[in-house]
């Protein structure tokens, strides 16, 4: 006999194991929706799935304890020791129904409901009977830690909501980690009729469904009498939350790009709160500079180079501001962006010290070249970090003439940063300096990452398994720290008091840049532990007259840096070693006193250039329409060739301008037509009609 029965045990056994071949459990439901998450994993983001569902992955390590105890106490007491089946369960079913002549209790274990969820069934006794079978299988399949997950996951909670997490963050706006006792009692009823119970449309079917639960609670010695009636007070949510869409424009390039690896969640190196709280600035600060303005901004943990916030735009359904553009990754001129690393270059080279005095006057360079400061003022003789700090333009091109265009555009690959030039590979020349080149922001904030450390480059990422990138040395540590050292000092943003002035307040090194014709605003600051990066514009690139980087770009830069914890290593950081303290330009060795070569910084521009090409209206244009909103902050006029000086006249009325300089100031009074002229001092002219509107 005992032979027979263990052939029998074995025939069943292998008849089993047939019919699981066969007919293995369908598993397809279980796809969740796709999201990208923060590097603790909240949900920054989260996509529909081909079912039109919210169905985030869940897990018993997600979810409070709390809920876990409830849950099994009112569906299924005996679920960690069952094979999937109750046995006990089915039999007290049975016998209440066969007593009473109907069904009085159910005998579905947590198993069998989420054999019901993978594979939805009429309510019959043969559908019973195959979730009984796919039970069976599914713990067999996935043990009772995954059968647990699989129903954590597929659980209906109302709508379109699947899963505990996606729960939480619909009713409540949080994840499910910390749960009130009303919330978890309220998540184990609501399965029982997802929408029948839902409490933003059945209130009241919902405080009586939580209730039983709490009551059930109390005879299973899960929670007090007093925790229960606590519980009962808490107020329900009366409105269905919409999902997370934190970072927008990063989370749909992160799973763009990562599309065919077949995984649901997408880890980054976000901060989820910080996100929240630079999305909101941000959108506050495009609010106030009026429509079709678009705003940029990159936080960066200068060590590694991981992105903490990253937002494209203010607004990413904002057609005006062709909100859907992430201008983190757009390419746009840096205007004075790049100094920094040119003058460091030259400090790094020995040829430039920052008490090193340069001539700040017209000057031409090379072929012509002949660049203007903004606003059309120059300063003579300024020390290095003076012309740092107030972004003098003829002193940057006369250092970058000295580092060399082609080595300072192979040191800014070196740091990341991809120079695109107009005319595609042509040979790198001086206009480099003041923003004659593309870059992103993302480069930028990149590039300062490296100027806030050591000088050595590390490249802005958002994954938390991205592979090391090998550090390439940007610059000296020492030219590095010269660098912090002047911007340190820079003067304060707008709104801003200086830093020394403000207790306990935080040093900021930053510089900022002004792209020609007033396209792009930058500011670029760091703080000894962050970098952090704005751009403000037009995603179109048309100009934003009046607009500057210190202005527009810089405020919002430094109210950026309030959110984060005052840095752990102050900006300039300990003044390296090897690096001599110099009082005064004289004490320098001869050579670094003065910037000079073979033939001075260039030659002085003359008054009335042999040869001047024709005399013309730089900015505007002839035919433009400019912003009223916009305009009315001030417009500078700017003029190229003929013979200065000039004269100024808006509808045949003049300017009180300089008349040496290339450009002027005017504020315009009303909307409308204006003409705009220019006469040199040959008498010839060249005029422009603009709309203000």
Same mark, same amino acid.
């Given at each position: 006999?005992?032979?027979?029965?263990?052939?029998?045990g074995?025939?069943v056994?292998?008849?089993?194991?047939a019919?699981?071949?066969?007919?293995?459990?369908?598993?397809t439901?279980?796809? @969740?929706?796709?999201?990208?998450?923060?590097?603790?994993?909240?949900?920054?983001r989260?996509?529909?799935?081909?079912?039109?569902?919210?169905?985030?992955?869940?897990?018993?390590?997600?979810?409070?304890?709390?809920?876990?105890?409830?849950?099994?106490?009112?569906?299924?007491?005996?679920?960690?020791?069952?094979p999937g089946?109750?046995?006990?369960?089915?039999?007290?079913?049975?016998?209440?129904?066969v007593?009473?002549?109907?069904?009085?209790?159910?005998?579905?274990?947590?198993?069998?409901?989420?054999?019901?969820?993978?594979?939805?069934?009429?309510?019959?006794l043969?559908?019973?009977?195959i979730?009984?079978?796919?039970?069976?299988?599914?713990?067999?399949?996935?043990?009772r830690?995954?059968?647990?997950?699989?129903?954590?996951?597929?659980?209906?909670?109302?709508?379109?909501?699947?899963?505990?997490?996606a729960?939480t963050?619909?009713w409540?706006?949080?994840?499910p980690?910390?749960?009130t006792?009303?919330?978890?009692?309220l998540l184990v009823?609501?399965?029982?009729?997802?929408?029948?119970?839902?409490?933003?449309?059945?209130?009241?079917?919902?405080? /009586?469904a939580?209730?039983?639960?709490?009551?059930?609670m109390?005879t299973?010695?899960?929670?007090?009498?007093?925790?229960?009636?606590?519980?009962r007070?808490? #107020?329900?949510?009366?409105v269905?939350?919409?999902m997370p869409?934190?970072?927008?424009?990063?989370?749909?390039?992160?799973?763009?790009?990562?599309?065919?690896?077949?995984?649901?969640?997408?880890?980054?190196t976000?901060?989820?709160?910080?996100?929240?709280? =630079?999305?909101?600035? =941000? /959108?506050?600060h495009?609010?106030?500079?009026?429509?079709?303005?678009?705003?940029?901004?990159?936080?960066?943990?200068?060590?590694?180079?991981?992105?903490?916030a990253?937002?494209?735009?203010?607004d990413?359904?904002?057609?005006?501001?062709?909100?859907?553009?992430?201008?983190?990754?757009?390419?746009?001129?840096?205007?004075?962006?790049?100094?920094?690393?040119?003058?460091?270059?030259?400090?790094?080279?020995?040829?430039?010290?920052?008490?090193?005095e340069?001539d700040?006057?017209?000057?031409?360079?090379?072929?012509?070249?002949?660049?203007?400061?903004?606003?059309?003022?120059?300063?003579g003789?300024?020390?290095?970090?003076?012309?740092?700090?107030?972004?003098?333009?003829?002193?940057?091109?006369? =250092?970058?003439?000295?580092?060399?265009?082609?080595?300072f555009?192979s040191?800014?690959?070196?740091?990341?940063?991809?120079?695109?030039?107009?005319?595609?590979l042509?040979? @790198?020349?001086?206009?480099?300096?003041?923003?004659?080149?593309?870059?992103t922001?993302?480069?930028?904030?990149?590039?300062?990452?490296?100027?806030?450390?050591?000088?050595?480059a590390?490249? =802005?990422?958002?994954? #938390?398994?991205a #592979?090391?990138?090998?550090?390439?040395?940007?610059?000296?540590?020492?030219?590095?720290?010269?660098?912090?050292?002047?911007?340190?000092e /820079? +003067?304060?943003?707008?709104?801003?008091?200086?830093?020394d002035a403000?207790?306990?307040?935080?040093?900021?090194?930053f510089?900022?840049?002004?792209?020609?014709?007033?396209?792009?605003? %930058?500011?670029?600051?760091?703080?000894?532990?962050?970098?952090?990066?704005? %751009?403000?514009g037009?995603?179109?690139?048309?100009?934003? +007259?009046?607009?500057?980087?210190?202005?527009?770009?810089?405020?919002?830069?430094?109210?950026?840096f309030?959110?984060?914890?005052?840095?752990?290593?102050?900006v300039?950081?300990?003044?390296p070693?090897?690096?001599?303290?110099?009082?005064?330009?004289?004490?320098?060795?001869? @050579?670094?006193?003065?910037l000079?070569?073979?033939?001075?910084?260039?030659r002085?521009?003359?008054?009335?250039?042999?040869?001047?090409?024709?005399l013309?209206?730089r900015?505007?244009?002839?035919?433009?329409?400019?912003? %009223?909103?916009?305009?009315?902050?001030?417009?500078?006029?700017?003029?190229?060739?003929?013979?200065?000086?000039?004269a %100024?006249?808006?509808?045949?009325?003049?300017?009180?301008?300089?008349?040496?300089?290339?450009g002027?100031?005017?504020? +315009?009074?009303?909307?409308?037509?204006a003409?705009?002229?220019?006469v040199?001092?040959?008498?010839?002219?060249?005029?422009?009609?603009i709309?203000?509107?």
């Amino acid at each position: 006999m005992a032979r027979i029965g263990l052939l029998v045990g074995v025939a069943v056994a292998l008849g089993a194991l047939a019919l699981d071949r066969a007919a293995p459990p369908d598993l397809t439901r279980l796809a @969740p929706t796709i999201t990208v998450t923060d590097r603790t994993g909240v949900v920054l983001r989260a996509f529909l799935s081909p079912d039109e569902t919210w169905r985030l992955p869940t897990t018993r390590d997600d979810v409070d304890p709390l809920y876990i105890r409830m849950l099994m106490a009112f569906e299924d007491a005996r679920f960690p020791w069952h094979p999937g089946v109750d046995p006990l369960a089915v039999l007290r079913a049975t016998g209440q129904a066969v007593v009473n002549g109907q069904v009085v209790s159910g005998a579905s274990t947590l198993t069998m409901q989420t054999a019901r969820l993978l594979e939805p069934r009429p309510r019959t006794l043969p559908s019973k009977l195959i979730e009984m079978a796919r039970a069976l299988q599914l713990t067999a399949h996935l043990g009772r830690e995954g059968v647990l997950n699989a129903y954590l996951t597929l659980a209906p909670f109302g709508g379109n909501i699947e899963g505990v997490r996606a729960a939480t963050l619909a009713w409540w706006g949080k994840e499910p980690a910390r749960l009130t006792p009303g919330q978890a009692a309220l998540l184990v009823a609501l399965p029982q009729n997802p929408n029948g119970l839902r409490p933003d449309r059945h209130p009241e079917a919902a405080r /009586a469904a939580r209730a039983k639960v709490l009551a059930r609670m109390v005879t299973a010695g899960v929670l007090t009498p007093a925790q229960a009636r606590d519980a009962r007070e808490e #107020p329900l949510p009366d409105v269905r939350r919409p999902m997370p869409r934190l970072a927008p424009h990063l989370a749909r390039h992160v799973v763009t790009a990562a599309d065919m690896s077949g995984d649901s969640a997408y880890p980054t190196t976000l901060d989820a709160a910080l996100q929240a709280r =630079v999305e909101r600035l =941000v /959108a506050a600060h495009a609010a106030g500079l009026g429509p079709r303005l678009s705003v940029a901004a990159l936080v960066v943990e200068a060590e590694t180079g991981a992105a903490r916030a990253w937002v494209g735009s203010p607004d990413l359904l904002d057609t005006e501001r062709l909100g859907a553009i992430d201008m983190v990754r757009a390419v746009r001129s840096p205007g004075s962006a790049l100094k920094p690393l040119i003058y460091g270059m030259a400090f790094e080279d020995g040829r430039l010290h920052p008490l090193t005095e340069i001539d700040d006057r017209p000057t031409i360079f090379g072929d012509g070249y002949a660049p203007g400061n903004f606003g059309f003022a120059h300063y003579g003789r300024v020390t290095a970090a003076d012309a740092l700090r107030q972004s003098l333009n003829v002193p940057a091109v006369a =250092v970058l003439d000295r580092v060399g265009p082609l080595r300072f555009a192979s040191r800014l690959a070196t740091a990341g940063v991809t120079p695109r030039r107009r005319g595609g590979l042509r040979r @790198p020349g001086l206009p480099l300096a003041l923003g004659g080149l593309g870059v992103t922001l993302e480069e930028l904030v990149g590039l300062y990452a490296a100027l806030a450390t050591d000088g050595r480059a590390h490249a =802005v990422h958002v994954s #938390p398994e991205a #592979p090391p990138t090998p550090e390439a040395r940007v610059l000296s540590a020492a030219a590095a720290w010269q660098v912090r050292a002047i911007l340190a000092e /820079a +003067p304060p943003a707008a709104g801003f008091a200086p830093d020394d002035a403000t207790r306990g307040g935080r040093r900021v090194a930053f510089k900022t840049g002004t792209s020609y014709g007033f396209r792009d605003a %930058w500011a670029i600051g760091m703080d000894g532990d962050h970098v952090i990066g704005v %751009w403000v514009g037009r995603a179109d690139g048309t100009p934003v +007259p009046g607009h500057i980087g210190r202005d527009t770009a810089a405020p919002l830069m430094r109210a950026l840096f309030n959110l984060l914890p005052n840095p752990r290593h102050p900006v300039p950081g300990p003044r390296p070693p090897d690096l001599p303290v110099v009082a005064r330009t004289a004490d320098l060795p001869p @050579p670094l006193r003065r910037l000079e070569g073979p033939d001075g910084p260039g030659r002085t521009a003359p008054e009335a250039p042999p040869g001047a090409s024709p005399l013309r209206l730089r900015f505007p244009t002839n035919g433009a329409t400019l912003d %009223w909103s916009q305009a009315a902050l001030g417009l500078v006029l700017e003029a190229a060739g003929g013979r200065r000086p000039y004269a %100024w006249l808006v509808d045949g009325r003049p300017l009180d301008t300089a008349p040496w300089h290339r450009g002027a100031q005017w504020q +315009p009074t009303g909307r409308g037509q204006a003409r705009i002229t220019v006469v040199d001092d040959t008498g010839r002219a060249a005029s422009a009609t603009i709309w203000l509107q």
